[in-house]
């Protein structure tokens, strides 16, 4: 059993445009951030492994726009902290496989007078499963499941008609709905052929194999009327060589 613990203070310059004299605010200082994380490992039994990990992470200095001459400033805050178990079995050529599951919250603060809000990447669940089984000499099948929370848009609540005749939308609080979860699985086979001081390997993997949609935004339609689901990866197979001498 082997207990770890880690702590650290960074510091991140901003982006080179947001420094810019002429578009930005030269005189924005770095973001800092705190992290701490806390976790325990156990070798359960030969070849199977565990662990568990905490962390918390807080952020200050963040860059935001300002609706000022300055444009942008050191103004916003931040914080994530959450938890992680992982599992695996090692079992050599003939299998390998792991298990993982975090779950955590992702906050920020855009001007100190704001609310907390969600970050827009938060993602309170993930999910993975991996495995691979040596079915035959120099052959393999494995497998990925993924799973994680949806994610976050700035909700339509209402639009209105310009004077020209163009539509605007009215949106809600930003990052305030959730969309559907992301679910895909993985298929791979690969096959490995030795040539004298050669070696073959071609695999063919099928990404998304189920054909989920899984959602990746939301786009609108000229007049605000109707909202459409963008999607992510659809279901595409793919085949590759891989030479070793």
């Known amino acids: 059993t082997v207990l770890r613990a880690a702590w650290g203070l960074y510091d991140q310059f901003p982006e080179p445009q947001q420094t810019n004299a002429e578009f930005g605010n030269p005189a924005l200082g770095s973001i800092v951030s705190r992290h701490a994380v806390l976790g325990v490992e156990r070798i359960v039994s030969e070849g199977l492994l565990a662990k568990l990990e905490v962390y918390d992470k807080t952020y200050r200095d963040l860059v935001e726009s300002v609706p000022d001459d300055r444009l942008y400033a050191n103004d916003g805050a931040g914080f994530a902290r959450g938890a992680e178990a992982f599992l695996k079995l090692d079992r050599g050529e003939r299998f390998f496989g792991w298990l993982s599951y975090a779950r955590s919250v992702s906050k ?86 030795l040539f004298d001081r050669w070696k073959f390997n071609w695999y063919l993997e099928i990404l ?37 001498f």
């Open 208 to 244: 998304n194999v189920l054909g989920r949609k899984n959602p990746q935004g939301l786009s609108y339609n000229d007049d605000y009327s109707q909202a459409t689901q963008v999607n992510n990866l659809p279901r595409m197979p793919y085949f590759g060589l891989g030479i070793e």
């Open 108 to 193: 920020r603060r855009p001007h100190p007078a704001d609310a907390w809000i969600l970050y827009r990447y938060d993602q309170p669940n993930i999910a993975t499963a991996v495995a691979s089984w040596g079915i035959m000499p120099g052959t393999s099948l494995g497998f990925k499941l993924h799973w994680n929370s949806g994610p976050l848009v700035t909700p339509l609540v209402g639009r209105y008609q310009n004077p020209d005749g163009s539509w605007s939308g009215i949106f809600g609080a930003p990052y305030s709905k959730r969309l559907g979860d992301y679910v895909r699985l993985d298929l791979r086979v690969d096959h490995a052929v």
